[in-house]
């Protein structure tokens, strides 16, 4: 049974969204491209009781075209587009007979300059706030979300990919471009991050069940490109079809405090070396 609070949680947001979107509808300008987003006491309370939070933009439009530009790169350094390449997730739908990347995971091993944003204050600098401590990198993937077919993501909540790990995982999403409702952007179950995981479909055993996926206890979290959206391994999102003529990529890296060590040479690099022996190959 769903718990009253979320469905209070969903109505004080929908009441009051500018509380949550920080504004989106607006952007300041950068001056200090080095500027490092730090959480008010505000903003700490929200993503307590909320389990996420977005940031407004704190990287320069030159800084989001470089990162745009090394997530083309990415794709044309991951090699063939096809269904059994391990770094790539293909979308169900191709445009012109020809197979779309959904997703690329991992990512840092292949573009230097998107090694180069993993410690990036801006980008660990909140999350770090949230632990109270310094962190690690724990998992990094990009999203493409491509105009006209770019594929919803069912309910799920992060946690149920990563149990063999520790639960103090908090994911960082950059934006390379504005998410809107239009376009899929990140929709959250507000409060879900107290429930600890959910039930989940016996035939998706990843999925949350049909009967909790209900978009009506969901709230959109729309942002400008350069916006960071923080959310809790146990926050229960998912986002709809892109439908729009305009791609919603975004950088996803994931950090765990550092008193838990760095379990990135472990969970993430295996993965790699599987992906770079496939490409080895072909």
Same mark, same amino acid.
């Given at each position: 049974?769903?718990?009253?609070?979320?469905?209070?949680?969903?109505?004080?947001? =929908? =009441?009051?969204?500018? #509380?949550?979107?920080?504004?989106?509808?607006?952007?300041?300008?950068?001056?200090?491209?080095?500027?490092?987003?730090?959480?008010?006491?505000?903003?700490?309370?929200?993503?307590?009781?909320?389990?996420?939070?977005?940031?407004?933009?704190?990287?320069?439009?030159?800084?989001?075209?470089?990162?745009?530009?090394?997530?083309?790169?990415?794709?044309?350094?991951?090699?063939?587009?096809?269904?059994?390449?391990?770094?790539?997730? /293909?979308?169900?739908?191709?445009?012109?007979?020809?197979?779309?990347?959904? #997703?690329?995971?991992?990512?840092?091993?292949?573009?230097?300059?998107?090694?180069?944003?993993?410690?990036?204050?801006?980008?660990?600098?909140?999350?770090?706030?949230?632990?109270?401590?310094?962190?690690?990198?724990?998992?990094? #993937?990009?999203?493409?979300?491509?105009?006209?077919?770019?594929?919803?993501?069912?309910?799920?909540?992060?946690?149920?990919?990563?149990?063999?790990?520790?639960?103090?995982?908090?994911?960082?999403?950059?934006? !390379?471009?504005?998410?809107?409702?239009?376009?899929?952007?990140?929709?959250?179950?507000?409060?879900?991050? #107290?429930?600890? !995981?959910?039930?989940?479909?016996?035939?998706?055993?990843?999925?949350?069940?049909?009967? /909790?996926?209900?978009?009506?206890?969901?709230?959109?979290?729309?942002? !400008?490109?350069?916006?960071?959206? /923080?959310?809790?391994?146990?926050?229960?999102?998912?986002?709809?079809?892109?439908?729009?003529?305009?791609?919603?990529?975004? /950088?996803?890296?994931?950090?765990?405090?550092?008193?838990?060590?760095?379990?990135?040479?472990?969970?993430?690099?295996?993965?790699?070396?599987?992906?770079?022996?496939? !490409?080895?190959?072909?």
């Amino acid at each position: 049974m769903l718990a009253g609070n979320w469905c209070a949680a969903v109505l004080f947001l =929908r =009441r009051f969204p500018i #509380k949550y979107s920080l504004r989106q509808n607006t952007r300041s300008p950068v001056n200090n491209s080095r500027s490092i987003p730090s959480l008010s006491p505000e903003q700490v309370t929200f993503y307590d009781e909320f389990g996420f939070v977005v940031l407004e933009p704190a990287f320069t439009e030159p800084e989001l075209d470089a990162l745009r530009r090394a997530a083309d790169e990415l794709l044309a350094q991951s090699g063939p587009v096809l269904p059994d390449n391990p770094r790539l997730q /293909i979308e169900p739908e191709q445009i012109d007979a020809q197979p779309v990347v959904r #997703k690329i995971e991992p990512i840092i091993d292949v573009v230097p300059a998107l090694g180069d944003l993993v410690y990036d204050r801006r980008m660990t600098g909140p999350v770090a706030q949230i632990f109270g401590e310094e962190v690690f990198l724990f998992e990094d #993937k990009l999203n493409y979300k491509p105009p006209f077919i770019g594929s919803h993501y069912p309910l799920h909540q992060d946690y149920a990919y990563w149990q063999e790990h520790t639960d103090r995982l908090v994911t960082v999403t950059l934006l !390379l471009d504005d998410a809107t409702a239009e376009n899929g952007c990140l929709r959250f179950v507000p409060g879900s991050h #107290k429930q600890g !995981l959910m039930p989940r479909d016996d035939d998706h055993p990843r999925h949350i069940q049909e009967a /909790i996926d209900d978009p009506s206890i969901s709230v959109d979290a729309p942002g !400008l490109a350069g916006s960071l959206v /923080i959310f809790s391994c146990y926050t229960a999102h998912h986002s709809f079809p892109n439908r729009t003529d305009t791609g919603r990529r975004a /950088i996803l890296y994931t950090y765990n405090p550092a008193v838990d060590g760095d379990t990135y040479p472990i969970y993430m690099n295996r993965h790699t070396q599987r992906c770079l022996d496939w !490409l080895s190959v072909q």
